[in-house]
T-cell receptor
Framework: GAVVSQHPSWVICKSGTSVKIECRSL??????MFWYRQFPKQSLMLMAT?????????EQGVEKDKFLINHASLTLSTLTVTSAHPEDSSFYIC????????????FGSGTRLTVV | QKEVEQDPGPLSVPEGAIVSLNCTYS??????FMWYRQYSRKGPELLMY????GNKEDGRFTAQVDKSSKYISLFIRDSQPSDSATYLC???????????????FGKGTKLSVIP
């Protein structure tokens, strides 16, 4: 139980295009979803917090118009990187808090984005 | 001072060794402490979690929290090559209420267990 399915696992896109990353909670309802970015050899950096049915909360320095987050249902949250540039190349991971089967946070498997 | 400090390593040990991984933190309000294991190009997976101070054991893994020293540890006994991964410590203020879900991560320690 408590699985977060994240797609795609990797994507290569051209500079200037947009990319959508999906995270689905498969067997539980995720009222909150965290979106992280991880650069090589760096820790996970929280980008934004999405809550079902309301606007996402962005961390300082994260452009909300560039990283569009939608949490339209209790099982789906999406991150769209708009007008992607090479500096947006990174590993993006979503995470949802869970209570069962364990008290913690379930992570998606991550999306490696490469912008060329 | 960063909120959570973790030596990034890399740490290389022979198979069967006892591994000690540590984090220090500055925010005394943290209450929940977790260790995650992250394999290359994968999302982190939860290994252990503890609430407040104390020890918790699960198989070859033992997590320790010393809130008075703001220091947490993860011990791996009889380490195996399959334990080779990056280990991230994480902590949160509480588990209820808006805004309290956020995790603060350490940088992660890369561990290699050599056969």
């Amino acid at each position: 139980g408590a699985v977060v399915s994240q797609h795609p696992s990797w994507v290569i896109c051209k500079s200037g295009t947009s990319v959508k990353i999906e995270c689905r909670s498969l067997d539980f309802q995720a009222t909150t979803m965290f979106w992280y970015r991880q650069f090589p050899k760096q820790s996970l950096m929280l980008m934004a917090t999405s809550n079902e049915g309301s606007k996402a909360t962005y961390e300082q320095g994260v452009e909300k118009d560039k990283f569009l987050i939608n949490h339209a249902s209790l099982t789906l949250s999406t991150l769209t990187v708009t007008s992607a540039h090479p500096e947006d190349s990174s590993f993006y991971i979503c995470s949802a808090p869970t209570i069962l089967p364990f008290y913690g946070y379930t992570f998606g498997s991550g999306t490696r984005l490469t912008v060329v | 001072q960063k909120e959570v400090e973790q030596d990034p390593g890399p740490l290389s040990v022979p198979e069967g060794a006892i591994v000690s991984l540590n984090c220090t933190y500055s925010n005394s309000a943290f209450q929940y402490f977790m260790w995650y294991r992250q394999y290359s190009r994968k999302g982190p997976e939860l290994l252990m979690y503890t609430y407040s101070s104390g020890n918790k054991e699960d198989g070859r893994f033992t997590a320790q929290v010393d809130k008075s020293s703001k220091y947490i540890s993860l011990f791996i006994r009889d380490s195996q090559p399959s334990d080779s991964a990056t280990y991230l410590c994480a902590m949160s203020l509480s588990y209820s209420g808006a805004g309290s879900y956020q995790l603060t991560f350490g940088k992660g320690t890369k561990l290699s267990v050599i056969p």
